[in-house]
């Protein structure tokens, strides 16, 4: 028996889940978000907890991609000024540094442009003389230090301020509870969930959004008739939390082992350090940061701060989806893709990839894409200048 009807249901209850039940909600449809253990329990808990640009992906040309999340990263410090601050980032150049000054000063300036040029955009150069006020920052072979500036958040908090946006403005929560199938008809999808300790109930949507994340095929592999698995790699990206709080600002510095970005930052009285990028092909239920991952991480920790020899206190590892690709990671698009059940009309999109920062721009395009299948109501929100807190 179907116990509710809804414009739209969200599988999922991370950033973006939650980001397309706002999003939703704002344009005057009922909808509902089904989630089977808590909001943010997955990827989105395990974040860099950054709201960024993306400096790293002007390397790679991806200049929209640079130029939506910044964009974004402004709604969210105008609309969220109490979880999203802005923090002065350095990034140490050495003579074994992939980039030297003059190509960062480069990419700085684009990125300023890119941001819109105002006065908390801009970049500088850091005076030798104030190195060591570095939070001991190596200054053996360093050649410069270049200061901007990005935004750092409590990746939970912001998610769950999202939601409780989404509920005031009529959204459904169903948490905790799994999904269990869905089954299309021709005007939409009878899905089954379970609520904790309750029967199997049944709900119609008119359209489905599934942002599952990493279980995203999972949730294909439930729909009759059959979805496409999406083809998409997982991708771990590992964290430590040390003792002792790094605290002039997000420090940007390069693996000893690869090269690669690696950010040390403050969090709650501790530090930060993050990411890794490593296939994984395991149980997403049992993600969690590898030996050496964890050596990986340190050894780049006391490369640039070899006074501090603490050990961890904690380590954490999440899932990003990337689209499966020949060659190494930065082969990979960054792009979100948005893989439908049909071409025309589509009734069913998957949210596969997606960046915090750009959360709510990927639920907007995202309900842009199943606009033929809803109907049309009058919207009674705008989350652009929505207030979170």
Same mark, same amino acid.
């Given at each position: 028996?179907?116990?509710?009807?809804?414009?739209?249901?969200?599988?999922?209850?991370?950033?973006h889940?939650?980001?397309v039940?706002? #999003?939703a909600?704002?344009? $005057?449809?009922?909808?509902?978000?089904?989630?089977?253990e808590?909001?943010?329990? $997955?990827? !989105? !808990?395990? !974040?860099?907890?950054l709201?960024?640009g993306?400096?790293?992906?002007?390397?790679?040309?991806?200049? @929209?991609?640079v130029?939506?999340?910044?964009?974004?990263r402004?709604?969210l410090?105008?609309?969220?000024?109490?979880?999203?601050r802005?923090?002065?980032?350095?990034?140490?150049?050495?003579?074994?540094?992939?980039?030297?000054?003059?190509?960062?000063?480069?990419?700085?300036t684009?990125?300023?442009?890119?941001?819109?040029l105002?006065?908390?955009?801009?970049?500088?150069?850091?005076?030798?003389?104030?190195?060591g006020?570095?939070?001991?920052?190596?200054?053996?072979?360093?050649?410069?230090?270049f200061?901007?500036? *990005?935004?750092q %958040?409590?990746?939970?908090?912001?998610?769950?301020?999202?939601?409780?946006s989404?509920?005031?403005?009529?959204?459904?929560?169903?948490c905790?509870?799994l999904?269990?199938?869905a089954r299309?008809d021709?005007?939409?999808?009878?899905?089954?969930?379970e609520?904790?300790?309750?029967p199997?109930?049944?709900?119609?949507?008119?359209t489905?959004? +599934?942002?599952?994340?990493?279980?995203i095929?999972?949730?294909h592999?439930l729909?009759?008739? /059959?979805?496409?698995?999406?083809? #998409?790699?997982?991708?771990?990206?590992?964290?430590?939390?040390?003792?002792q709080?790094?605290?002039?600002?997000?420090?940007?510095?390069? #693996?000893?082992?690869?090269?690669?970005?690696?950010?040390?930052m @403050?969090?709650?009285?501790?530090?930060?350090?993050?990411? %890794?990028?490593?296939l994984? *092909?395991?149980? @997403?239920? +049992?993600?969690?940061?590898?030996?050496?991952?964890?050596?990986?991480?340190?050894?780049?920790?006391?490369?640039?701060?070899?006074?501090?020899?603490?050990? @961890?206190?904690?380590?954490f590892?999440g899932?990003?989806?990337?689209?499966r690709?020949?060659?190494g990671?930065?082969?990979?698009?960054? =792009?979100?893709?948005?893989?439908?059940?049909?071409?025309?009309?589509?009734?069913?999109?998957?949210? /596969?990839?997606?960046?915090?920062?750009?959360?709510?721009?990927?639920?907007?395009?995202?309900?842009?894409?199943? !606009?033929g299948?809803?109907?049309? =109501?009058r919207?009674?929100? *705008? %989350?652009?200048?929505?207030?979170? $807190?």
């Open positions: 028996m179907i116990s509710e009807r809804y414009d739209l249901v969200v599988i999922g209850g991370g950033i889940g939650v980001g039940a706002q #999003a909600a704002a344009a $005057g449809h009922r909808v509902a978000l089904i989630e089977k808590r909001l943010a329990a $997955g990827t !989105s !808990s395990r !974040s860099s907890k709201i960024h993306g400096l790293r992906y002007l390397a790679q040309f991806h200049l @929209p991609l130029r939506t999340s910044l964009h974004e402004e709604i410090l105008r609309i969220a000024p109490r979880l999203v802005r923090v002065p980032f350095y990034i140490p150049v050495y003579p074994e540094s992939r980039y030297g000054s003059f190509r960062l000063h480069a990419g700085l684009l990125y300023s442009l890119l941001g819109g105002g006065s908390d955009s801009r970049f500088s150069r850091v005076d030798p003389e104030e190195y006020a570095l939070d001991g920052l190596t200054t053996e072979s360093l050649r410069a230090v200061r901007y500036t *990005d935004a %958040t409590d990746d939970v908090e912001l998610t769950q301020a999202v939601m409780r989404a509920k005031q403005l009529g959204a459904v929560l169903l905790p509870a999904f269990r199938a299309q021709g005007a939409g999808y009878e899905i089954e969930f609520e904790a300790d309750g199997v109930r049944r709900c119609f949507a008119a489905v959004v +599934n942002a599952a994340g990493p279980w095929n999972r949730v592999a729909v009759s008739p /059959a979805l496409d698995p999406y083809p #998409a790699d997982l991708v771990q990206g590992a964290h430590l939390v040390l003792p709080e790094i605290h002039r600002g997000v420090y940007y510095v390069e #693996a000893i082992a690869d090269r690669r970005p690696v950010f040390v @403050p969090w709650y009285q501790n530090t930060l350090i993050g990411t %890794t990028e490593t994984f *092909d395991g149980d @997403p239920e +049992n993600v969690r940061a590898t030996d050496r991952e964890v050596e990986y991480l340190l050894e780049t920790y006391r490369r640039y701060f070899p006074e501090r020899t603490d050990e @961890p206190i904690s380590s590892a899932l990003r989806v990337l689209p690709a020949k060659g990671m930065n082969a990979r698009s960054r =792009e979100t893709a948005f893989p439908t059940d049909r071409k025309h009309n589509p009734r069913w999109v998957t949210i /596969a990839g997606g960046k915090l920062t750009s959360y709510r721009s990927t639920a907007e395009r995202a309900l842009a894409i199943l !606009s299948a809803l109907p049309v =109501e919207p009674i929100a *705008d %989350t652009e200048t929505l207030s979170l $807190g």
